[in-house]
């Protein structure tokens, strides 16, 4: 009997599995411009702190404002004149004077404009979007760096500002390949503690740093600080 404890006790060492990970927000990002525009706007006093459906950054709109009045203006036109040549055209197709060649003519200018009505709505559309993107608000992400200052002028792609979910941590470990299965069945202690978490995700390729080893994410609630070291043991 005392053989077979020790070597129990003996196999749940071997098996103890102990890594560390700092401690992260669950999701980063990094937010970039998908329009061109100098910046109005730059809101610095919340870089560091938590948003709350606050404005970050806005982009001058105002030629994009004008536009989009005259081309609602140019489109309501574009309807009336839709409605006039579509009435001609039914008078004329039961005018029985009238040639094939004109009904024809006639109808030809009703389709040029309701393709010039499709160019106009798609420039519509695209006037919204660009105005929508030049001002930017932050539900509640956290707000970790603001890379623009007012007056500058941006392309897309540059990079405006970083935010961060802090609604859970995330602790990303590499765990050899061939452990993986055996610690499926392991409880997880963090920092010496037993917990209730589960593995969240596991990247069952392997990259190119860690070539023997697979990617583990663990997902932990109600985090008070982060990016700290934890200790991670499964046993």
Do not use: C, W
Not at 85 to 91: A, L, P, S, T
Not at 94 to 118: H, M, W, Y
Not at 213 to 229: D, G, M, T
Request: proline share 1%; no cysteine; charged share 35%.
């Amino acid at each position: 009997m005392r053989y077979l404890l020790v070597f129990f006790i003996s196999a749940n060492f071997v098996f103890a599995s102990v890594f560390y990970a700092k401690l992260e927000p669950i999701n980063s990002y990094k937010i970039k411009s998908n329009v061109s525009g100098k910046v109005i706007f730059s809101n610095e006093d919340i870089e560091g702190k938590k948003a709350n459906n606050s404005l970050i950054i806005e982009l001058d709109s105002y030629v994009d404002r004008i536009d989009l009045k005259q081309t609602q203006n140019k489109l309501e036109s574009v309807n009336s004149m839709i409605e006039i040549e579509n009435k001609n055209y039914g008078r004329m197709k039961r005018v029985s004077s009238k040639s094939d060649f004109e009904k024809d003519n006639q109808k030809l200018k009703v389709i040029n404009l309701q393709t010039t009505k499709a160019d106009i709505k798609i420039k519509i559309a695209n006037l919204k979007d660009s105005i929508k993107n030049k001002k930017l608000i932050e539900k509640n992400n956290y707000i970790y760096n603001i890379n623009v200052k007012k007056d500058d002028y941006v392309t897309p792609g540059t990079l405006l500002y970083e935010a961060k979910d802090l609604s859970k941590g995330k602790l990303e470990i590499f765990v050899p390949i061939d452990d993986i299965e055996r610690i499926k069945s392991k409880d997880i202690y963090i920092d010496d503690k037993k917990s209730d978490i589960k593995i969240a995700k596991i990247y069952d390729v392997a990259d190119s740093e860690h070539i023997s080893s697979y990617k583990i994410e663990l997902h932990l609630s109600n985090v008070k600080k982060f990016s700290r070291l934890v200790k991670v043991e499964f046993k």
